[in-house]
Structure formats: structure tokens, C-alpha cells
Nanobody
Framework: QVQLQESGGGLVQAGDSLRLSCAAS????????????MGWFRQAPGKEREFVAA????????YYGDSVKGRFTISRDNAKNTVYLQMNSLKPEDTAVYYC???????????????????WGRGTLVTVSS
């Protein structure tokens, strides 16, 4: 069993900051969390899924979508089986449901960007007002 649970979403004003968390659970997944690539995706109403960020198992590499580069930071704490997304300088266009995802296949960020990952959380809503 693999479970991903996002938290930290909410209503904020433009220019504010917010940190999302994603906790991984399940016996097998929990014990092998450090082997997984982790990512964040988002989807706004009426729009297609958008890649936000991804981080390698050891956190040695990170990749960001163009729309969030310089504003968002992905990080992970393997001891806590948790991945984070620090969002700064939020804009109204950042409003979306944010999904945490995981994959142990070791593919490239470009692959995950196009095809997604193997495991997904249910999402957490971020609303940025103007």
C-alpha cells in the first residue's frame, strides 16, 4: 500500500508565502521512500495538469517548471518520509489543486513532466487572491 497525503493548502493574498507538505505512508513505501523521485503537479479548473517541481531521491537534483522557477523550492526529509514545496511570491495564477506524486522508476524529469508519476495524492487546494 502506498499513500501520499498533502497538507498546507489554503487561502492567501498575492505576494504571500505558503509551504505544502506531502507525507508518504504504507509499510513498503515508507521503508523505501529514499529511493523515490518525488514531485509536485498542479491543476487549475478547466486547465490541464501542469508540472511544478521534482526532486531526486538524495535531493542532489531538483527541477522546476518555468512558471515557478525562482519562486518555489522543493525539498525532502527522508527521515520523515516527507516532501515539501515552499511557495513564495504567490500570484493569482498559482491558484490550483496541488498534487504530490512519487515514482521509483528512475526516469528523467522530462519523462515525468509529460507522463506523470506512478503514485499520486488526493491534492490540496491553494487559492491566491489579488
Amino acid at each position: 500500500q502506498v499513500q501520499l497525503q498533502e497538507s498546507g493548502g489554503g487561502l492567501v493574498q498575492a505576494g504571500d508565502s505558503l509551504r505544502l507538505s506531502c507525507a508518504a505512508s504504507g509499510r513498503t513505501f515508507s521503508s523505501t521512500f529514499s529511493r523515490y523521485d518525488m514531485g509536485w503537479f498542479r491543476q487549475a479548473p478547466g486547465k490541464e495538469r501542469e508540472f511544478v517541481a521534482a526532486i531526486s531521491p538524495s535531493a542532489s537534483s531538483a527541477y522546476y517548471g518555468d512558471s515557478v522557477k525562482g519562486r518555489f523550492t522543493i525539498s525532502r526529509d527522508n527521515a520523515k518520509n516527507t516532501v515539501y514545496l515552499q511557495m513564495n511570491s504567490l500570484k493569482p495564477e498559482d491558484t490550483a489543486v496541488y498534487y504530490c506524486a512519487a515514482d521509483a522508476r528512475g526516469y528523467s524529469a522530462s519523462y515525468y513532466l509529460r507522463y506523470g508519476m506512478d503514485y499520486w495524492g488526493r491534492g490540496t487546494l491553494v487559492t491566491v487572491s489579488s
